[in-house]
Nanobody, 122 residues
Framework: VQLQASGGGLVQAGDSLRLSCAAS????????MGWFRQTPGKEREFVAA????????YYGDSAKGRFTISRDNAKNRVYLQMNSLKPEDTAVYYC????????????????WGQGTQVTVSS
């Protein structure tokens, strides 16, 4: 599976962004999808995940109440709507595809996109 993340950019604190991740496979609907983020010198951090069935999205503590993950299996896309952005949300955001039992860690994913930079100014 090839993944292409897009939608990042430079915004001000309080603004919103919607990230998109396009998957190459027609079997996209079989994969659980996740978003992670990473800043220099730190480990990749779980942001949000959604099962192939779109049931029960999962969110990291930093995302709860502000971010929403969704997917459109007909378009082979997963989205991350980010509202009320803060400077600490600045990171490279990665989408991932997998199917493990645990999808809130990197181990649950087999395929990764290239990342899209999000920068939030204060």
């Amino acid at each position: 599976v090839q993944l292409q993340a897009s939608g990042g950019g430079l915004v001000q604190a309080g603004d919103s962004l919607r990230l998109s991740c396009a998957a190459s496979e027609r079997t996209f609907s079989n994969y659980d999808m996740g978003w992670f983020r990473q800043t220099p010198g730190k480990e990749r951090e779980f942001v949000a995940a959604i099962r192939w069935s779109s049931d029960s999205p999962y969110y990291g503590d930093s995302a709860k109440g502000r971010f929403t993950i969704s997917r459109d299996n007909a378009k082979n896309r997963v989205y991350l709507q980010m509202n009320s952005l803060k400077p600490e949300d600045t990171a490279v955001y990665y989408c991932a595809a997998g199917g493990g039992d645990i999808i809130v860690t990197m181990r649950g994913y087999d395929y990764w996109g290239q990342g899209t930079q999000v920068t939030v100014s204060s």
